[in-house]
């Protein structure tokens, strides 16, 4: 009795798989963004300057050693920005929406946007005291209300790990890249 149970449930199985494929890779292909949505999340990750994020990624991995460390960072800096943007734009399209690459791209080519971008990469160590808060124009806090802007800040926010995450895998790939 358990041997035709399972013979039945195998085959079930068997039969059902390919239907299964079938309803699964158009909606794979789907979920392949368009090229307007690629070149969006490229010019956001050039506005965002994050060929210094993929520096810094380089710089938090372990190394065996010294010359490796240093061998890595010879080729991304012969690694242009607009390559590393190029290259990372495909897989991030995936979790962040053309909407959201737009308006983020508007909001950093402003100047406060534009200020942010130039304090987490050229400045320093800062120190804030225990209620002190970093002054922000009245026209900056209006813009930054928004809901388009609220929507596309926390779905960049949701999207920084990975970000990170392909970030690293490209560090891996330049690495290994013959330069």
């Known amino acids: 009795m358990k041997f035709a149970v399972q013979a039945v449930l195998g085959l079930s199985l068997v ?8 309803v699964t890779a158009p909606a794979a292909q789907a979920a392949l963004p368009n090229p307007a949505h690629v070149k969006a999340v490229q010019d956001l990750l050039s506005v965002m300057q994050l060929e ?13 050693s010294a010359g490796q460390r240093q061998a890595v960072f010879a080729k991304l800096d012969k690694t242009p920005p607009a390559e590393i943007h190029r290259r990372l734009a495909p897989p991030l ?9 737009i308006e983020m791209t508007r909001f950093y080519h402003t ?3 534009k200020q942010l971008i130039d304090k987490k990469y050229n400045s320093g160590a800062q120190v804030m005291m225990p209620g002190m808060r970093t002054a922000v124009p009245a026209e900056e806090r209006k813009e930054r209300k928004r809901a388009a802007y609220v929507l ?12 990170q995450h392909e970030a690293f895998k490209l560090v891996q790939l330049i690495s290994k890249e013959k330069r």
């Open 52 to 64: 210094h994020g993929v520096r810094g990624v380089a710089a938090r991995s372990g190394y065996q």
């Open 93 to 101: 399209a995936r979790v962040i929406s053309a909407d959201t690459a």
């Open 15 to 22: 039969f059902a798989g390919p239907a299964f494929a079938a």
């Open 152 to 163: 596309a800040s926390k779905e960049l926010a949701d999207a920084e790990p990975m970000i």
């Open 111 to 113: 100047p406060y946007g």
